[in-house]
């Protein structure tokens, strides 16, 4: 089993920052994708940015420029690194992974980071 820790979510005024963190621990050979995703009240959970193992990068429309994603293998940790925050980046961020344990390959979720945006 593998499991999905993340940090890092809080208060925060408009036009800060925050950074997130998420830890995989568990049964790991390899991580493939590690993504971000986000769920506002009311909204449905939507992709905020992704890094494959390769380190190649994709983000929400809204977060580029403000938003950057990156791993630590050694750590099997992904950050996420926002600034300029505004008050509709509030949401519930998520964290996601693709591992492999040696004999499967799946998909794994955290349990949410809270990030209110507001003065």
């Known amino acids: 089993q593998v499991q999905l820790v993340e940090s890092g979510g809080g208060l925060v005024q408009p036009g800060g920052s925050l950074r997130l963190s998420c830890t995989a621990s568990g049964i790991i050979f390899r991580i493939y994708a590690m993504r971000w995703y986000r769920q506002a009240p009311g909204k449905q959970r939507e992709l905020v940015a992704a890094?494959?193992?390769?380190?190649?990068?994709n983000y929400v429309d809204s977060g580029k420029g403000r938003f950057t994603i990156s791993r630590d293998n050694a750590k099997n940790t992904v950050y996420l690194q926002m600034n300029s925050l505004k008050p509709e980046d509030a949401a519930v961020y998520y964290c996601n992974a693709d591992v492999w344990n040696g004999v499967t390959r799946n998909g794994y979720w955290g349990q949410g980071t809270q990030v209110t945006v507001s003065s």
């Open positions: 890094v494959t193992d390769g380190d190649s990068t």
